[in-house]
Structures are given as structure tokens and as C-alpha cells.
């Protein structure tokens, strides 16, 4: 098994940067690629960000694309999320997650096995 634990949340403000970070444990050997997502009180859980192991391929939403940067360091099993120029609507629950046996990123929350318990980010107006 694999545990992911979030940290780095917190409250900021509008124009503000917050770093994620996710370290992951157990059987990271299986892992491949890693991700972010988030979800705001009321709406589905949406994809943030995307990393493959090599960090050859990475992705992220349109809505974060130029204000946000998903990295990795294999060495120490972990993945970050820079958030800069955050805004009122990045408000949510961020989740890392990790999935084993694809080798290009996947968007969409079932494409991924191992989760972490979220941690919250709020940005005030």
C-alpha cells in the first residue's frame, strides 16, 4: 500500500502563494505518475495538475495553467504544488494522488488508486 499526506495548506490572500507539498510512503516503488486535485464545498472533486514519474509530461487545468507549478523529487518521494497569484476561486480542498502502472499522467480521479487526506486552501478577497 502507498499513504500520501498533504501538507503546506493554509489561508492567504488574493495575489498570495501557498507551496503543497505531498510525501508519499509504503510501496512508492509502484508509483508512477502523481496529481493534484481539489474540490470546493458543492462541486465535484477537478483535476489541478499532473506529473509523470520523469516529469516528462505534465498537465494542468486550463483555470491554473501560468499561476501554478507541479514538481517531483523521487529521492525524497514527494511532490510539490507552487500556487502563486492565487485567487478567490482556487479556494478548496487540494488532494494529492498517486496512481501505479500508467506511465502518462491521467486528469480524471479514477485514474488514480492512492489518495491523501486533503488539506484545505482558502484565499480571501
Known amino acids: 500500500q502507498v499513504q500520501l499526506v498533504e501538507s503546506g495548506g493554509g489561508l492567504v490572500q488574493a495575489g498570495g502563494s501557498l507551496r503543497l507539498s505531498c510525501a508519499a510512503s509504503?510501496?512508492?516503488?509502484?508509483?508512477?505518475?502523481m496529481g493534484w486535485f481539489r474540490q470546493a464545498p458543492g462541486k465535484e472533486r477537478e483535476f489541478v495538475a499532473a506529473?509523470?514519474?520523469?516529469?516528462?509530461?505534465?498537465y494542468y487545468a486550463d483555470s491554473v495553467k501560468g499561476r501554478f507549478t507541479i514538481s517531483r523529487d523521487n529521492a525524497k518521494n514527494t511532490v510539490y504544488l507552487q500556487m502563486n497569484s492565487l485567487k478567490p476561486e482556487d479556494t478548496a480542498v487540494y488532494y494529492c494522488?498517486?496512481?501505479?502502472?500508467?506511465?502518462?499522467?491521467?486528469?480524471?480521479?479514477?485514474?488514480?488508486?492512492?489518495w491523501g487526506q486533503g488539506t484545505q486552501v482558502t484565499v480571501s478577497s
Open positions: 509504503g510501496r512508492t516503488d509502484y508509483i508512477y505518475p
Open positions: 494522488a498517486a496512481d501505479r502502472g500508467r506511465v502518462v499522467p491521467g486528469t480524471e480521479p479514477y485514474e488514480y488508486n492512492y
Open positions: 506529473i509523470s514519474r520523469s516529469a516528462g509530461s505534465i
